[in-house]
């Protein structure tokens, strides 16, 4: 064999996971070491090429550099591969295994990782210990990928933008890469599409109007090119007009988390819950006033499975069963002259007896709801300001369970303190720290305890204040007699998702209606 002539490649790869090991991992580093390796040695290693894989990642091969290796293997090109050490021909624990253990001995592919110790002609010490140093570069890429990851988090969390891309309607601002500016070339479509949606149209309406009239979708606006371009790609999906809805970064609050990869070794995205989503609150100037985001939200969940066509019927989406829960659904009959209303809950289970039909006249219903609505506006409030009251009563209950959350953070916080406390104490019990570093800790932990408690007590008084004034506003509209009757012929969608959370309908066609405000 020391006969043999072994045509070889020199591997060189380099990726941000290996972080403070930048340097010493440099090209550079790695290729002196491999060179000096090849002039040093007794061995005919007959070099042939190097391979480069600059900022790629080692936890898949899907790698420029890597690929062409194995292309040039496959054509004979090279029988031995020289790589500085396991990791840089990758941290991926099966792969890793297969190619050395499988693929490189069937193809009859020398390998060697000069500082693991490594060459898979002899048995070298470094095979021994194979299984153990595979494993150990998968765990440091997994424990890379959750440190990076937290890292990215906190960022996220202090409002820093972090896409490659901002979302439609916005644009990178030039002068800091973790902010966002307005695109004001698409601004007026973000309004137009909010405003369709307060007229009555359907996300599918609305994608069918854009695709109408050529306006150029998100992707073909960004000039992206995600592989084969199908026959559907400059037409607007409904899921994307839907996602835009609801994304509060169109009202100031940058919003990031919404999409993450499957794990750390997978490329996939995958979409996140909403509750795991990132929001900054005003980080950015605003589209969409949030009056009218709130009421959209409101909207679309009321259309949520609704027709799409013109015909959806006032109190859709509104009425609830009071006895299951479940929506109270707006049929015609055979005939279809007549609407009426029908538990779905008991049209989809009638065979099992769940729930009653609660079947009744919609129009005679909807008749009586709007003259109910009448009647609490005449008792209860001022015609001209009526809208503008149901808003501000929204925007104070916002405010108030905002303040309300700070406070929950806060004795989080405090909380996390005093048990820093208890830990360094046991600490300096067992000799872990010094009594100088305990006492230099337990001022620090003390006196950040006494201003978020300082915090809590600011936060709870204005809390009180925004009671007090609601209760004291409360009052004296109950005295205030109106002089104007509030009238309207045929309201609209938008007016009712403003005033109205549901309408229970009981079984014996009691009907209760559930306002978004507090009635005096």
Known sequence: MKGKTYKTALYIRLSREDGDNMESESIKNQRDLLQMFLEQTEEKLLFVEEYVDDGYTGSNFNRPAWQKLLTDIDSGKINTIITKDLSRMGRDYISMGEYIERIFPERGIRYIALNDDIDTLYETPGLEFLQFKLMFNDYYL????KKI????KAKKEKGQFLGWKAVYGYKKDPNDKHKIIVDE??????????????DGKSPRQIANTFSDEHIPTPSVYANLNRGMKSTAYELWCPRTIEEMLTNETYIGNLTQG??????????KEIRTPKEEWIITENTHEAIIDKKVF??????????????????????SGFMVCKECGHAIGINKSSDGKRKYCCCTYYISHSKYGLCTPHSCNYDKLENAILEEIKKMCTEYLDSSTFKDKVDEAKKKNDIKVKLQKEINMLDRKVSSRLSYIDKIYEDKLKGDID?????RLT????????QWKSKKSEVELELNNIDKEDTNKEKEETLKKINEYLSFEKPSRNLLVNLIDKILISEDKTVEIHYKFKLA
């Open 258 to 267: 919404r999409r993450r990869k499957l794990n750390y070794k997978s490329k």
């Open 443 to 450: 001022i620090k932990y003390k006196e950040e305890i006494e």
């Open 185 to 198: 070339e698409v601004r007026p479509i973000i309004e137009r599409m909010f405003n369709l949606v307060i």
């Open 294 to 315: 709130n009421t959209v939200q409101d909207l679309l969940k009321k259309n949520k499975n609704k027709p799409t066509g013109n015909n959806i019927q006032l109190l």
């Open 435 to 439: 009594i100088e570093m305990f006492n």
């Open 149 to 152: 990851r937290k890292i990215v």
């Open 142 to 145: 997994k424990d890379t990928s």
